[in-house]
């Protein structure tokens, strides 16, 4: 197990019973002039937007509506200038892990005098800056940027979709599940994907002997792959959302992932896809991961493998090699009878003639040949993408 030092000031508010109550007075604390920030038609189809702005009462608030799955740079720009023309206070997100993220730079926009874009690529600006205080209410469970410190922005005109890490979490996070009752089928099975594909990455690892991270990783797939079929079949079953979304949040808040070596490799060949392609990260995720194992199962990575199989998938038997491969097909089985799409032309990718670019992209930016669990080459890389 690596040395870390680990901080996570998030206040998580977890259940049915916190936003009627406490979501003026947490965020009055900040000051009365709020910028909220949503997506597309889900909010107001929902109720969800009335809601909110009934409990807002005498606050001044300025809104930042149209935050789109993969958010876009534009609207971080539109954020900075509404931030900065309104002296904000607080930033109130109401969505998912794209509005969520979205708010997480503006916060830091509203103190930066230039193009927030400078932001995403070299996010050790950011490290400088001071950050508005985010408090959101998640309607997703997905990304666990509910309780971390990342964003993820795009800017379609280059294409790059780019990872910004912030100096802060969110201040407050409303975790209601009941608010994910209306998450179609379709991105749930993304949110479940995203899930395990956060917990494979830092499963995947080679420090030794990090058996609390390994543990509590199991323990979070298996609750996943339990759940995730019923939130498919039955979308307002309490106990199915709510299971997904803590774990979710667990999954990347930063905890299972301490004492861990590797940097993620499926991540970075993902956000390629969807920089070029504009794809749903999940359903990215989705494509890639069986088709990683694969490329991953060796002679050295057999033994993690097997444990795999055993410890997430119930698999016996003695011969690892076989297990490691059972494991392989399970997650490919599971994640399939989630409904979710399974190839790359499923998702209408049906030429390979970005591959190249794509897999340099991921390779560099990753560090996947040097820093991977499993050595990633751009020649491997392209070859991943082609057998997905
Ligand atoms: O835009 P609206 O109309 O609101 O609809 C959204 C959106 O179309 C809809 N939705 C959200 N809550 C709903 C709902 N529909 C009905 N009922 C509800 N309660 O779902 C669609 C997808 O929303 P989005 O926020 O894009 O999904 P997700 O939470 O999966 O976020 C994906 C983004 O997060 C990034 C991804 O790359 C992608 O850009 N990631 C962020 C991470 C982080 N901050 O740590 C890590 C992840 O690995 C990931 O890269
Ligand atoms: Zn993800």
Known sequence: MLDFTFHNQTDIRFGRGHIDNELYDVLHQYGTNVLLVYGGHSLKQTGLYDRVLGLLKDLNVTELPGIEPNPKISSIREGQKLAKDHQIDVILA??????????????????????????????????????????????????????????????????????????????????????????????????????????????????????????????????????????????????????????????????????????????????????????????????????????????????????FARAVWDQYGYDDMELAENSIRRTHDWLKSLNSEMTLPDVGITDDSKFADMAKAAVAGGSLDTNAYVPVTEQDAIQIYRDS
């Open 94 to 307: 109401v969505g998912g892990g794209s509005v969520i993220d979205a708010a997480k730079v503006i916060a830091s926009a509203a103190y930066y005098k230039g193009d927030p874009w400078d932001l995403v690529i070299s996010p050790a600006k950011r490290q400088d800056l001071a950050q508005l205080p985010v408090v959101d209410i998640l309607t997703l469970a997905a990304t666990g940027s509910e309780m971390n410190f990342g964003s993820v922005i795009s800017d379609p005109t280059i294409p790059q979709k780019k990872g910004t890490q912030g100096p802060n979490s969110p201040a407050v996070s409303f975790l209601d599940p009941t608010l994910t009752y209306t998450v179609p089928t379709r991105q749930t099975a993304a949110g479940a994907s995203d899930i395990f594909s956060h917990l494979c990455e830092q499963y995947f690892d080679t420090a030794e002997n990090n058996d609390v991270s390994k543990s509590m990783i199991e323990g979070l797939m298996r609750t996943v792959i339990k759940w995730a079929p019923i939130a498919v079949k039955e979308p307002e079953n309490y106990d199915a959302r709510a299971n997904l979304m803590w774990a979710a949040t667990m999954a990347l808040n930063g905890i299972v992932g301490l004492g861990t070596v590797n940097h993620w490799t499926v991540h970075p060949l993902e956000h390629e896809l969807s920089a070029q392609y504009d794809i749903t990260h999940g359903i990215g995720l989705a494509i890639l991961t069986p088709r990683w194992m694969k490329f991953a199962l060796n002679e050295e990575s057999k033994p993690l493998f097997a444990r």
